[in-house]
């Protein structure tokens, strides 16, 4: 029964990936990836003081673990934020859009006043 276990298929370099190559993968900076690796947030063997070594899959599925997470708090967010479905149209509040831009000063009595000069 034992030789009918399955064996993982050997890990070849291009399955593993160091902090630089995770980094890139990621989209990260390297110490936003160092931080992650210290956090415990992605798996990792440091070899050594300068190797630290991770594996593809680990990092695929880092990636779609957290994003189904902020996929699910986002979500959540968004259902918090909705009025009721029982609120009157005239009841609801309304979403004020702040803009960003300054409001340009009316320029027009200053060019009124250059033409008249």
Do not use: C, W
């Amino acid at each position: 029964m034992a030789d009918q276990q399955r064996k993982a298929p050997p890990i070849n370099v291009e399955d593993t990936l160091g902090l630089e190559g995770a980094a890139r993968m990621l989209r990260l900076g390297l110490e936003a990836m160092k931080e992650l690796v210290d956090k415990g947030e992605v798996p990792a063997v440091r070899l050594n003081q300068k190797h630290t070594v991770m594996l593809r899959e680990d990092l695929i599925e880092f990636l779609r673990s957290e994003g189904r997470r902020q996929a699910a708090e986002r979500k959540k967010s968004a259902i918090g934020n909705r009025p009721a479905a029982n609120a009157s149209a005239s009841g609801q509040a309304r979403r004020v859009s702040k803009s960003r831009r300054t409001k340009l000063p009316d320029l027009r009595a200053y060019e009124q006043a250059d033409h008249q000069s």
